[in-house]
């Protein structure tokens, strides 16, 4: 089989100062537009609004900001790949994944080159489009085909060039509850500093609701999963939990739709395994100990536990019921479970 020319993330040239310099033009660009949204507090005093169904924060790289412009600048390509998910539903694992199988010739065969899953993070190895609008000169420009790119924008957001030329997607998402508890200590660890320690009472509070950045969680999944119904070639919808239960059959799946399926010889000498391990918990969170990821945060907050069903460690039961409650009414008939 002939694998096409692997795609490789460059480092960008900017320097991450220009592309600060760059979000704030871009707060400043938009800024007009939003402040007629319907909002709502998330935590302590910052405001998310409402656009088009959906909660953006006006700050940082996920943000309204950055949204509008990719909806505005964002340029497609019919052969990019694009990997979906709400924050903290296993962005970090999927990238990983996706990273490994596409480029897993290109390593093998080149003993000098160092796998960059043993040396970075994988958000460094593969962009997300909300951080591509704010490089001045995009990653995406030199890459060869296909292009792969990760994006928490909802479905019905999308750049509509992604939508109209049919890109691939594969989308992953996770229990609400471990979701929730996610976010909980991942905000906790990198935004104390603005909010002070948040309660789970506080986080659960919002997230209930929907009011969680890129949520409501269960209108975010449900674009996903509606879209997978209508082009099942062309999205593939994918949960943690099950990932987590059957990691090498879901690799191998993973493979096929991404257009890199193993080979019987591949397969027969642990091919799917040697992805299975570097892309493992145990492996990425031992590299990512130390340092920082190029937009910012602390490498290890992408890594706490990778287990299903910690939320039960600290949801009350009262909790957990009205997670559940909603979730059996908002996916009622969907074929969605974790
Ligand atoms: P992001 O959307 O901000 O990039 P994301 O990667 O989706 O975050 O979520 C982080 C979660 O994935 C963490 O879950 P936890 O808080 O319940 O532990 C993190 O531990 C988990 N995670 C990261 N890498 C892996 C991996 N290789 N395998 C399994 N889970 C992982």
Redesign the pocket.
């Known amino acids: 089989m002939s694998i096409p020319t692997p795609f490789h993330t460059e480092p960008s040239l900017d320097d991450p100062k220009v592309e600060k310099a760059n979000l704030t033009l871009l707060q400043d660009k938009y800024k007009d537009r939003y402040t007629t949204f319907s909002k709502e507090k998330l935590y302590a005093n910052e405001d998310v609004y409402l656009y088009q169904g959906f909660w953006y924060r006006s700050k940082g790289l996920v943000s309204l900001p950055t949204l509008l412009a990719a909806q505005e600048t964002f340029q497609a390509n019919p052969n990019d790949i694009y990997l979906a ?1 709400l ?7 999927l990238k ?1 994944l996706t990273f490994a199988i596409v480029n897993r010739t290109k390593y093998k065969n080149n003993s000098l080159l160092a796998h960059p899953l043993l040396i970075s993070n994988p ?1 460094d190895c593969l962009p997300h489009i909300e951080n591509e609008v704010l490089r001045t000169r995009p990653t995406y420009v030199d890459l060869s085909s296909p292009r792969l790119f990760a994006t ?1 924008i909802p479905y019905p957001l999308l750049p509509r060039s992604t939508i109209d030329y049919g890109c691939r997607i594969v989308y992953m998402c996770r229990n609400p509850k ?1 979701v929730l ?2 976010l909980f ?2 905000v906790n660890k990198l935004v104390e500093k603005y909010y002070g320690q948040l309660t789970i009472e506080e986080v659960f509070e919002r997230f209930s609701k929907g009011i969680t950045p890129c949520g409501p969680y269960w209108d975010h999944v449900k674009s996903y999963y509606e879209a997978s119904l209508e082009h099942p070639t062309r999205i593939l919808f994918l949960t ?1 939990e099950n990932m ?1 239960n059957n990691t090498e059959n879901n690799v191998k799946h993973l493979a096929e739709f991404l257009g890199y399926p193993f080979t019987k010889d591949e397969q027969d000498n642990g091919v799917v395994q040697e992805i299975v391990k570097l ?3 145990e492996n ?2 031992e590299v990512n100990k130390h340092g920082n990821v190029r937009d910012g945060p602390e490498k290890n907050t ?6 299903v069903g ?1 939320s039960s460690n600290y949801l009350t039961s009262e909790m957990s019921a009205i997670l559940d409650q909603i979730t059996k009414e908002k996916f009622h008939g969907l074929n969605i479970s974790f």
């Open positions: 998910t924050p903290k539903s296993g962005t970090t694992w990983a958000h928490h471990d508890i996610s200590h991942f943690y987590m892309c493992s918990f990425l969170s992408f890594f706490r536990k990778g287990k910690d």
